[in-house]
């Protein structure tokens, strides 16, 4: 038999094998369009690199696995093309348009050039070739040049030393601490290819809230074990730091950030880590934040605490990233406004090496939140934000999600900031530096990844960890036409099953707001954070309950935060007030955020507030089933392993939608006294049912 028709059998067994999920998007199976295979191929007859350097080896070994599998015949790879045409060369470029980390893809000499200005910008280019390829979209779309718009692109790991994850639901650690250094799992390259792929160019591999054995010796040896793995694919390791570390570990009488003791140990530390990991990227802090120690704890400020880190990473090319997730437990104040209150002051006092982290939204990661005020009003400081990929307020991993609407509607929010007209100050401009012409730009995203074998439990959020890669990147892609990448790499290219399920993902997270938190509702507690338990009402302190975020009452439901209330609104710009400040004309996603609505209140919808609620509640969780139709529309052309495993979720996600929205329905009608509105039927089960459900969950 002919080896040529050998490998195609192969290949197509290999193919028809049940999709476990383990490749992610980097499928590379055999494309079925032979003209586009042929074009492609009379294009990839070899791949040739310029020079031997582990990126662009890299580069080449991804391209040669990647184009075998796709085009379905080996390509070698030379060193040097000489004379020769019909072939892939990688090589570094310093063409003008090109910007740090970027790529060009262009045609030349009867060639096919990928070039970068650095080792990564050409594995990026790469990379973009095989989505090309991988997408189905012709070779004649050359020549392309793309430079990321953010300088750094993080994943945040909240990864514990002993193997758990916080808010973690896809499985322990991706990261074996009692196997580093000396065993290297073989996924940790894996993990690197996809994140790769994505421009993602850093990682921050322990949780926020940090151990201080992180920086003991023993685990920085681990840490630089994962750093070599990591480096050919250029991404660099950072770590969370705990900030009383030089008392803890280093045996100090304290951690005072003006105290020289604590700098020449913190100095010394990060001379260490350097001599260890001589590409280590710098430090996460979370401090003075839900128990956390800090700088506070010495009268100092934040500045002062990130300031002093800076100092240490001087010599080296690192910068502190410093969360602004703060907030004091006073009964009295708004957790909405604490971020600001405390980074406020101290903007354009922090070091030219700090970034300052901030949450997308000002309260935690809820389904909609409105943009954080700190990013209108912290002009003089670079601002990182930091999305959640990992599903905490989302339905964990049983809840099919598709996060890019969410992403986008943050980024393309309007500040305002420093009277800027409508479009030129959005969220996204502030991030990448670009409004306030800062050096340093960051983007962060909290991992969904864990040791399950599909890396995040549902197989639909790995859509989500490809947004967010795929936005950090470029924050203008849409999230549509991210979704169909996404979908034609990982799911199938069959036109109508593509549709379907794009269309699928592009309402799946209005769904789940309207089951979960409509019009504005918000449901951060302490707990599991899986169900709303509206009901909830006792905590330690006051900000840890949920009657404090909906504050349901005989009158109505809602935050007032206008000036009648906390006027957290004032935190913003005036254009951005407007806009939310009055409830007869604030859009009504955004309405129980900032006004404390009268149950019977008419609505631009015509309905009343309690009407409105319902409709949503129920056409919400009704809207499930929708999901499971188009599901089940697209049977034939997906994967059977994979397609019972999503139909296995969504039929659970039917269920606990049913549930959240009777939680909600049963626990507010007592105050809006009023029946619920046709054609919607009352829950057949009682309050006490759902409450018992609760209970039962928060068990595991
Ligand atoms: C890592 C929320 C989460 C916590 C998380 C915290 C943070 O409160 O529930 O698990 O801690 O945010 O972002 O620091």
Redesign the pocket.
């Known amino acids: 038999m002919h080896y040529r028709y050998l490998l195609f059998l192969l290949l197509l067994a290999a193919n028809s094998y049940a999709d476990d999920g383990y490749r992610l998007w980097l499928k590379y199976d055999l494309i079925n369009d032979a003209p586009q295979r042929e074009t492609y191929s009379r294009s990839a007859q070899f791949i040739a690199l310029t020079s031997n350097t582990p990126t662009l080896k890299a580069a080449a070994d991804e391209l040669q696995t990647g184009l075998q599998g796709l085009l379905g015949k080996p390509v070698p790879v030379i060193a040097n093309a000489g004379n020769r045409t019909g072939g892939i060369i990688l090589t570094i470029r310093k063409a003008q348009a090109l910007a740090k980390d970027g790529y060009q893809l262009s045609r030349e000499k009867g060639n096919l050039v990928i070039g970068g200005k650095t080792d990564a910008g050409v594995l990026y280019g790469a990379f973009a070739l095989l989505r090309q390829l991988q997408t189905l979209q012709p070779l004649e779309t050359l020549p392309r040049t793309s430079n990321p718009k953010i300088q750094y692109r993080l994943l945040n790991h ?1 990864d514990n030393p002993n193997g758990s994850v ?2 973690g639901y896809a499985g322990e650690s991706l990261w074996k601490w009692y196997e580093l250094p000396e065993r290297l799992d073989p996924r940790y390259r894996d993990y690197a290819r996809a994140n790769a792929s994505l421009g993602i160019n850093g990682t921050v591999v322990n ?3 940090a151990s201080a054995r992180f920086l003991t010796r023993e685990y920085l040896d681990k840490v630089a074990a994962l750093a070599t793995v990591f480096r050919p694919y250029g991404i660099r390791v950072y770590l969370s730091v705990y900030f009383p570390a030089p008392k803890v570990i280093g045996g100090l009488k304290t951690a005072d950030p003006l105290d020289p003791e604590v700098r020449k140990w913190w100095a010394d530390k990060t001379k260490e880590i350097y001599g260890l990991i001589p590409d280590f990227g710098g430090y996460l802090v ?1 401090a003075n ?2 128990g956390e120690p800090g700088p506070q704890d010495y009268n100092r400020t934040h500045a002062d605490g990130a300031n002093m880190l800076a100092e240490a990473l001087k010599p080296y090319d690192g910068i502190v990233m410093w ?1 602004a ?1 703060v907030y004091k437990a006073d009964p009295k104040a708004d957790r909405f406004k604490a971020a600001l209150e405390e980074f406020g002051d101290l903007d354009g006092k922090f070091d030219p090496k700090v970034i300052v982290q901030v ?1 997308n939204g000002p309260i ?2 809820q389904p909609r939140e409105p943009f954080s005020p700190l990013f209108g009003a912290m002009t003089k400081t670079p601002l990182s934000i ?1 999305f959640q990929i990992t599903q ?1 307020y989302m339905g964990f991993a049983t809840h099919l999600v598709y996060e890019a609407p969410l992403f986008k509607e943050c980024l393309e929010s309007d500040t305002y900031a420093k009277g800027s007209p409508p479009g030129a100050a959005t969220v996204a401009k502030v991030v990448d530096g670009s409004l306030n012409n800062h050096a340093l730009s960051a983007i962060a995203g ?1 991992a969904n990844t864990g040791s399950d074998r599909n890396w995040t439990g549902h197989p639909m959020a790995q859509a989500n960890w490809y947004a967010f890669g795929r936005l950090a990147w470029d924050h203008t892609l849409t999230s549509e036409a991210i979704a169909t990448e996404w979908v034609n790499m990982t799911l199938t290219h069959e036109p109508k099953a593509v549709k379907q399920i794009t269309g699928l993902m592009m309402r799946s997270r209005e769904i789940y707001v309207d089951y979960n938190t409509p019009l504005g509702l918000s449901r ?1 507690w302490t707990g599991v ?1 899986f169900a709303p338990e509206p009901w909830q009402n006792k905590s330690s302190r006051p900000d840890w309950t949920a009657i404090y975020y909906h504050r349901v009452d005989s009158i109505g439901l809602g935050f007032d935060r206008t000036a009648t209330g906390s006027n957290a609104l004032a935190q913003y710009t005036p254009k951005v007030r407007q806009v939310w400040d009055n409830a007869d004309q604030c859009p009504l996603p955004y309405l129980l955020w900032f006004h404390h609505v009268p149950w019977t209140k008419k609505l631009s919808t015509g309905r009343t507030l309690w009407d409105e609620l319902c409709t949503r509640f129920y056409t919400g969780a009704d809207s499930v089933s929708w999901m499971q139709q188009q599901w089940a529309g697209v049977k034939p052309a997906i994967d059977p392993e994979l397609f019972a495993n999503v139909a296995g979720r969504l039929a659970t996600q039917r269920k606990e939608a049913i549930w959240w929205r009777d939680a909600w329905v049963l626990y507010l009608q007592p105050f809006a006294r009023q029946p619920i509105p046709a054609p919607f039927k009352k829950p057949d089960r009682s309050l006490e049912d759902v409450k018992r459900l609760v209970d039962i969950y928060q068990l595991r």
């Open positions: 909240w916080e808010r949780n926020v809230n979370k934040s839900e969360r997730f949450k935690d990661f930091e905490e909290v951060p954070h």
